[in-house]
């Protein structure tokens, strides 16, 4: 059984920064593809950063380049979203979503991973 558990998420001021974890369990992280998502209130669900391609390239919505990092220890089977600068538009519920296989190309679909966590929530405000 696949499970993905994240933790991190909190209230935060604009201009700090958080640091989101998701530990997998079932499944190894090393050979498939882990992204990470949120979702707004009344808005749809959106790629925020996705890793694990053919090619190697590592996907970032254009809203969060140069202020959130993706990285994951496959030895320790766990993501990791490294958010600073936030501000009060990165407010959401954080999801992350695992496959097994990669991902052709730099994308960030929800529809492409088969795996998800119970959402953390990120709450950015003064």
């Known amino acids: 059984q696949v499970q993905l558990v994240e933790s991190g998420g909190g209230s935060e001021q604009p201009g700090g920064s958080l640091r989101l974890s998701c530990s997998v369990s079932?499944?190894?992280?090393?050979?498939?593809?882990i992204g990470w998502f949120r979702q707004a209130p009344g808005k749809e669900r959106e790629g925020v950063s996705c890793?694990?391609?053919?090619?190697?390239?590592?996907y970032y919505a254009n809203s969060v380049k140069g202020r959130f990092t993706i990285s994951r220890d496959n030895a320790k089977n766990t993501a990791y979203l490294q958010m600073n600068n936030l501000t009060a538009e990165d407010t959401g519920v954080y999801y992350c979503?695992?496959?097994?296989?990669?991902?052709?190309?730099?994308?960030?679909?929800?529809?492409?991973?088969?795996?998800w966590g119970q959402g953390t929530q990120v709450t950015v405000s003064s």
């Open positions: 079932g499944l190894s992280l090393g050979s498939g593809a």
């Open positions: 979503a695992a496959r097994r296989f990669l991902i052709t190309g730099r994308t960030c679909h929800p529809q492409q991973y088969d795996y």
């Open positions: 890793t694990g391609s053919h090619d190697g390239s590592t």
